[in-house]
């Protein structure tokens, strides 16, 4: 498998069969002096070419979140620390984020809903 283009922790992670591709949103980098930095960054991974490409960046930094794809041409992130309540879709075929909502309980990382 090819390296990410950037390296990445606590990030979510989905996969899309109408496409092939492995999905890496989000997260945290940590650089040599042990500093952390939230990435606004995502990129997929495409099993057919063996590469990474970089997604549009999201608005806001965010880490420990939950990630779904439904089959539905979109993936959706919830909650997360720095955007608890936060809905957000990622169209796939237009590599866009909007915030769709929000859920009535604040959260951060991933869990339940």
């Known amino acids: ?53 970089m997604m549009a960046n999201r608005s806001d930094n965010v880490y420990l979140f939950s990630v779904v794809n439904i089959g539905d041409g979109n993936i959706y992130i919830f909650n997360g620390v720095n955007v608890p309540q936060t809905i957000r879709q ?8 909007t915030t769709i909502g929000s859920l009535p309980k604040s959260n951060s990382g991933q869990r339940k809903l």
């Open 1 to 53: 498998m090819a390296p990410m283009n950037e390296g990445r922790m606590y990030h979510g992670c989905t996969y899309d069969a109408s496409t092939n591709r492995i999905y890496a949103i989000g997260g945290n980098t940590q650089d040599g002096n042990g500093m952390f930095s939230v990435r606004r960054t995502g990129e997929y991974y495409s099993i057919e070419h063996n590469n990474w490409t």
């Open 90 to 97: 990622y169209s796939i075929a237009d590599d866009t984020w």
